[in-house]
């Protein structure tokens, strides 16, 4: 749904993103939101510069519901793990110079 980004679920949420030792940026999202191609233009750049060093997940709100499980009410929304913590997160959609810097800090550059 978001090139680039694999699907997670409520099943395997835990295991890809919270257990993972590779830090993850999961967007919450409504597949018929028309905000997801602004999403996908804007994480394009990101995804092909770290996509070996960051998993990238998108999550189906209509399908599942861990998105409860972190408060969020407000969709698309882009939330930055790493070491089963949440280190960030974007409810609305954000500039390229927000996620630079939530992805810098997954990444531990510039800290």
Avoid: C, Q, W
């Avoid at 030792?21 to 905000?35: G, K, L, R």
């Avoid at 191609?37 to 070996?52: M, Q, R, S």
């Avoid at 110079?97 to 531990?108: F, Q």
């Amino acid at each position: 749904m978001i090139r680039g980004f694999e699907e997670v679920s409520d099943r395997d949420f835990y295991e890809k993103v919270m257990a993972s030792e590779t830090p993850s940026v999961v967007i919450f999202t409504d597949p018929a939101n028309e905000n997801n191609k602004k999403l996908e233009a804007l994480f394009e750049p990101f995804v092909k510069e770290h996509g070996g060093e960051i998993n990238f997940f998108f999550l189906d709100v209509t399908r599942n519901t861990s998105f409860e499980d972190f408060g969020l009410f407000n969709f698309p929304a882009v939330l930055y793990f790493r070491d089963t913590m949440e280190l960030d997160r974007h409810d609305f959609i954000p500039n390229s110079e927000l996620v630079e810097s939530a992805i810098a800090r997954l990444l531990r550059k510039g800290i």
